[in-house]
């Protein structure tokens, strides 16, 4: 029986705060991470608190993890709770001013 280890590069987290649920994000955020980006997301807003996405450790972020910001802020919206970016690198925060994103996600 031969074991392997999944080397990962990136990752999508919830961390329950008492007063704001942070969805962690940290090195490439892409399609691999759906899974991870859907239970961050769901879990956040059934807590029904502020959202702050940490995204000061991503490294990469292909257009499945833009979608997975862009979704995050339109239910925070819809649900009429407070979602932020917190640091987000210059990488990250250029791509979101090219798409004319910057505003939806109030940093």
Do not use: K, Y
Not at 77 to 85: A, P
Request: with cysteine; hydrophobic share 50%.
């Amino acid at each position: 029986m031969t074991l392997t280890s999944e080397v990962r590069a990136g990752g999508i987290a919830l961390s329950e705060r008492p007063s704001v649920s942070v969805v962690m994000m940290w090195g490439e955020i892409d399609v691999a991470l759906r899974n991870e980006a859907s239970a961050a997301l769901a879990g956040a807003f059934q807590r029904d608190l502020p959202v702050i996405v940490d995204a000061s450790r991503v490294t990469f972020i292909d257009s499945a993890g833009i979608a997975f910001l862009v979704q995050l802020c339109r239910i925070g919206q819809d649900e009429g709770l407070q979602v932020s970016l917190h640091d987000p690198p210059s990488a990250l925060r250029a791509a979101l001013r090219t798409l004319e994103l910057d505003s939806l996600v109030a940093g």
